[in-house]
Nanobody, 114 residues
Framework: QWELVESGGGLVQPGESLRLSCAAS????????MRWYRQAPGKDREFVAH????????VYTESTQGRFTISRDNDKNTLYLQMNNLKPEDTAVYYC???????WGQGIQVTISS
């Protein structure tokens, strides 16, 4: 049975950093591209970042480019999202996903507030 479990969220002030993790199990993690999405209150879920299976290429939404870094450790079956210089508009529930299998984690809250 596959599973994606996010961790590392919380409440931070503007300008601070957080690193999200997504622990994967039940499938061959290293064979699949992975993504982060987020959903802010009252808004649709939106794409944040994508990483290819070999981690040799990444893609970001414009609003996070230069502040967020997606990475993965295929030996640990773990996906990461390093988020720097956080802004109030980054407040959302963040989800990791396996796009080719439509697998989703349960989501984790990230709140940016002074």
């Amino acid at each position: 049975q596959w599973e994606l479990v996010e961790s590392g969220g919380g409440l931070v002030q503007p300008g601070e950093s957080l690193r999200l993790s997504c622990a994967a199990s039940g499938f061959t993690f290293r064979n699949f591209c992975m993504r982060w999405y987020r959903q802010a209150p009252g808004k649709d879920r939106e794409f944040v970042a994508h990483i290819y299976s070999s981690a040799n290429k990444t893609v970001y939404t414009e609003s996070t480019q230069g502040r967020f870094t997606i990475s993965r450790d295929n030996d640990k079956n773990t996906l990461y999202l390093q988020m720097n210089n956080l802004k109030p508009e980054d407040t959302a529930v963040y989800y990791c996903s396996v796009p080719n299998k439509n697998y989703w984690g349960q989501g984790i809250q990230v709140t940016i507030s002074s």
